[in-house]
């Protein structure tokens, strides 16, 4: 089972036009009228737009989705005219492999982030079906590797929390980013090996919020890996069970991560690359791969979140906007969308059901995977194993 996790990126965004998909090119704006969504530039975007809480609340307006151009970022820095950037999108002749992916295996378009919120408690929800926070953590990048991050940052530290039971802020709000909730690896019996590769000394940024995982050092130092050996390990013949994989950062100069304003080309060639060896590993006939993207990046899209609220409670934290995420496997289905209402939460689920795990939900009622959706409907293990689809690196523009 791997699970590939890129960053900041809507469906509408990455997948507008895709057949059978929902999508949609006109979005409606906050003075009553539409604009006609423009194509994406092949290239750096001209900024990156907020994608906090905040922000995706505002565009979300109550389930109205006509809000976007009020966000902070969405109009140029400089003062000058709307260019409408958070209603950007993608082709297909800008993002060959991953339309490739979907044409020839799975494509999810009722996939959703577990919360309106950037990237930190996406990541976290990839691996604990459950985000106990709204808002980032306070370190990225090299600077993680220098200060710490989750739980090896400074006691200092403090991180915006909500209730995901109570669908409201937690009292205390601001607590030390480190939690005590059950991972993947938390069930994984001892005959199943993982592994997980991140930027930098390897942080296993995905996990390192949590206690048992990110807070342990033995399981740190045995299990995290760096993203500059990626390419090279995945030649062993000896795959982990589990991989999760954080493929974000900056190799060799050039940065993987699709994360805004970067160009999105060198992380989609950099995704192929690592799709490529696991398609040529002798593991292929008895692997699932996802592929999916950890947050909104403040990027428009039509299909209001099934907003969950508690009794009592005003404050709206989740689900959050649809991400794209892709299913490729020998025994995935050839070529169709899947309309299943799915979520973060349900990667997780599906590495369980797969894997013949517990749910994460039986150790911590918090986690959501036991309640969201199941994407086992990318599969027909009745058919014989597919062959692999080897796909080309492009030259960037």
């Not at 577990?114 to 929800?125: E, R």
């Not at 080309?265 to 791969?289: D, F, R």
């Not at 404050?315 to 309309?339: C, E, K, N, W």
């Amino acid at each position: 089972m791997v699970v590939i996790v890129k960053e900041n990126h809507t469906f509408d965004n990455y997948f507008t036009g895709f057949p059978g998909t929902d999508t949609s090119l006109m979005a409606p704006l906050s003075d009553g009228g539409t604009v006609l969504r423009p194509q994406a530039v092949s290239g750096p975007t001209a900024r990156d737009v907020s994608h906090s809480h905040d922000n995706a609340i505002k565009g979300w307006n109550e389930g109205a989705m006509d809000s976007f151009d009020t966000m902070l970022e969405a109009a140029p820095r400089d003062g000058g005219p709307p260019d409408y950037l958070p209603f950007s999108w993608y082709s297909e002749a800008q993002l060959p492999a991953y339309w490739r992916y979907a044409r020839e295996f799975v494509l999810f378009d009722r996939f959703f982030s577990n919360v309106l919120a950037p990237s930190t408690p996406g990541h976290t929800a990839l691996v604990a079906a459950q985000s106990p926070m709204f808002s980032n953590s306070f370190c990225f990048g090299t600077d993680c590797d220098q200060n710490g991050s989750g739980c090896t940052a400074p006691p200092s530290t403090r991180i915006s929390t909500f209730d995901s039971v109570r669908c409201k802020r937690q009292d205390p709000v601001d607590v030390y980013p480190c939690f005590d909730m059950p991972t993947i690896p938390d069930v994984l019996p001892a005959n199943l090996t993982w592994a997980t590769y991140s930027p930098g000394s390897g942080t296993g940024a995905s996990f390192g919020v949590t206690k048992s995982v990110g807070g342990n050092p033995d399981v740190a130092s045995k299990h995290f890996k760096k993203m500059a050996d990626l390419l090279t390990d995945l030649d062993s013949p000896d795959l982990p069970n589990y991989l999760h994989l954080k493929l974000t950062g900056v190799l060799k100069g050039v940065d993987i991560s699709e994360h805004p304003p970067v160009d999105v080309c060198p992380g989609e060639n950099y995704t192929v690359q690592v799709v490529n060896k696991l398609m040529a590993s002798p593991h292929w006939k008895e692997m699932a791969i996802v592929i999916t993207w950890d947050d909104w990046g403040g990027f428009y899209d039509h299909v209001p979140p099934p907003i969950e609220r508690c009794a009592g409670s005003a404050d709206v934290y989740t689900p959050g906007f649809r991400l794209p995420a892709i299913v490729i496997s020998p025994y995935a289905r050839q070529g169709v969308v899947v309309h299943d209402v799915t979520e973060q939460s349900s990667v997780p689920k599906l590495v369980t059901e797969l894997l013949g795990l517990p749910s994460l939900h039986s150790r911590d009622r918090r986690a959501r995977d036991e309640k969201a959706g199941s994407m086992l409907g990318a599969f027909d293990f009745t058919q014989a194993p597919r062959e692999p689809v080897m796909l080309q690196t492009r030259t960037c523009p």
